[in-house]
């Protein structure tokens, strides 16, 4: 696992190709403490998730869940995992996936766990632990909230794996551009995040995900007293005047503009 720091980003790489940059149990707690470093940093406003060579992440360690280490270890792996992705979804901000290659299993679900992914045309995604015994049960919570149902489904019951386009049109993706593309639209994508004002995207990717979880009057009245704390955030108040007085804004803890080098 390999750690970079840009304005306003954090890069975090998947660095072990030879072994499919599997997410064993090592790997695993390296990106738990890769994804908290510096999170409360007012500094921080967007991280990129990448991988090294031709697949993004083939899933667990297949090493580690024989009979051999037993369920206690098991269990281990498994609520380390879903605490990872957990804290994608909880981290105050946006979380991007870039992807250029194969994403299996929990690869699968590190990709449908971020706020954004971002792929090449080359990538493909598949939940294939059905074909060894291995139901995708804890990828398809992540997926099942990324895909509609019958498409989850369809992954985790044939395994078989779906194209980048595909993904796109299912939701699994942001968007889908050439390989040579790849980084300079992640990067323009995250520039522009880090570019904002983080306060204010925190609070908007927190109520983004707990209004999901609602039933529609829930979801408008949390939603509404939201905007209502958003308007009494500093940036909340200098963004209007920056529009009303036809000037950029100048936010809290500025660290980039979109015109900015990225990371």
């Not at 707690?29 to 031709?54: C, F, M, N, R, T």
């Not at 580690?64 to 901000?93: K, W």
């Not at 699994?172 to 520039?191: F, G, K």
């Not at 904002?196 to 009245?221: C, E, I, M, N, W």
């Amino acid at each position: 696992m390999r750690r970079r720091r840009g304005i306003g980003s954090q890069s975090i790489v998947l660095s072990n190709p030879k072994k499919r940059n599997a997410l064993s149990l090592a790997m695993l707690k390296s990106l738990q403490k890769d994804i908290l470093h510096e999170a409360e940093s007012q500094d921080l406003k967007v991280i990129v998730i990448s991988a090294e060579g031709p697949v993004f992440s083939s899933g667990h360690d297949l090493k580690e869940l024989t009979d051999e280490q037993g369920p206690d270890y098991h269990a281990e792996v498994f609520r380390t995992c879903s605490e990872v992705m957990m804290m994608i979804q909880n981290h105050p901000v946006p979380v991007i996936a870039m992807v250029n290659g194969l994403a299996t299993a929990a690869g699968c679900q590190l990709v449908a766990s971020c706020d954004i992914a971002v792929a090449s045309d080359k990538s493909s995604f598949a939940t294939p632990g059905v074909n060894i015994g291995l139901f995708c049960s804890t990828p398809g919570v992540a997926l099942g909230r990324a895909v509609p149902r019958k498409v989850a489904l369809e992954m985790l019951f044939t395994g078989e794996a779906m194209s980048a386009q595909e993904a796109l049109l299912h939701g699994l993706l942001s968007r889908v551009v050439p390989e040579e593309r790849l980084e300079e639209e992640t990067m323009r994508i995250a520039r522009k995040v880090a570019s904002l004002s983080r306060p204010v995207v925190s609070l908007g990717k927190a109520t983004f995900y707990r209004q999901l979880a609602q039933d529609l009057r829930t979801a408008y009245h949390l939603a509404s007293q939201t905007m209502v704390d958003n308007l009494g955030l500093p940036d909340g108040q200098e963004g209007i005047k920056a529009f009303l007085q036809k000037r950029k804004p100048v936010w809290s803890h500025r660290v980039a503009s979109s015109e900015d080098p990225g990371p």
